[in-house]
T-cell receptor
Framework: EADIYQTPRYLVIGTGKKITLECSQT?????MYWYQQDPGMELHLIHY???????EKGDLSSESTVSRIRTEHFPLTLESARPSHTSQYLC??????????FGDGTRLSIL | KNQVEQSPQSLIILEGKNCTLQ??????????LRWYKQDTGRGPVSLTI?????NTKSNGRYTATLDADTKQSSLHITASQLSDSASYIC?????????????FGRGTQLTVWP
């Protein structure tokens, strides 16, 4: 089993709040990713990182931001949550061409 | 446009039966194809990964096939169990970038009934 952890698993919060979704991996992987997944739809890449101090935007435009200060940690932040941000957010990591290992996701609901 | 299409969208089978899920892709250039299993409320878990030169790979009761010429893959599940109920996602990677960009299908939702 891959060791990649996301917290919280579920979050229900009001509009306008600042939110940070946590993602940590203990495998020493350089590459980390954030995906957004809506029910019945494909995963969309919103952010990725090659390593420490490296962050890039993915294919799907997102108002969220990320940081990579440590190899094992890749948090995602929404400065002001809106109902349109309601979704499931999945974090993943990989080492070279190995299959990506996914966390169990954070299901976010903005009221 | 690079795409991954999966069929059927959903499938219901009885426990103990076999089933086959399909994946067609237009991703080019091609690097590898992966099948993932995603249980409800969990993250995807890798089942198999195949490169251009591989045409079949097994993982227990799961057998994936790849026809790189026709750009088709299938996932065959043998002697299904209740725990096989999940979404099965086909993911294709290109080799057009150092990142190895992934293209995701929408998944086939499999339900196994007792």
């Amino acid at each position: 089993e891959a060791d990649i952890y996301q917290t919280p698993r579920y979050l229900v919060i009001g509009t306008g709040k600042k939110i940070t979704l946590e993602c940590s991996q203990t495998m020493g992987h350089d590459k980390m990713y954030w995906y957004q997944q809506d029910p019945g739809m494909e995963l969309h890449l919103i952010h990725y990182s090659y390593g420490v101090n490296s962050t890039e935007k993915g294919d799907l435009s997102s108002e969220s931001t990320v940081s990579r200060i440590r190899t094992e940690h890749f948090p995602l932040t929404l400065e002001s949550a809106r109902p349109s941000h309601t979704s499931q957010y999945l974090c993943a990591s990989s080492d070279r061409d190995q299959p990506q290992h996914f966390g169990d996701g954070t299901r976010l609901s903005i009221l | 446009k690079n795409q991954v299409e999966q069929s059927p969208q959903s499938l219901i089978i009885l426990e103990g039966k076999n089933c086959t899920l399909q994946c067609n892709y237009t991703v080019s250039p091609f690097s590898n194809l992966r099948w993932y299993k995603q249980d409800t409320g969990r993250g995807p878990v890798s089942l198999t990964i195949m490169t251009f030169s591989e045409n079949t790979k097994s993982n227990g009761r799961y057998t994936a096939t790849l026809d790189a010429d026709t750009k088709q893959s299938s996932l065959h599940i043998t002697a299904s169990q209740l725990s096989d109920s999940a979404s099965y996602i086909c993911v294709v990677s290109d080799r057009g970038s150092t990142l190895g960009r992934l293209y995701f299908g929408r998944g086939t939702q499999l339900t196994v009934w007792p």
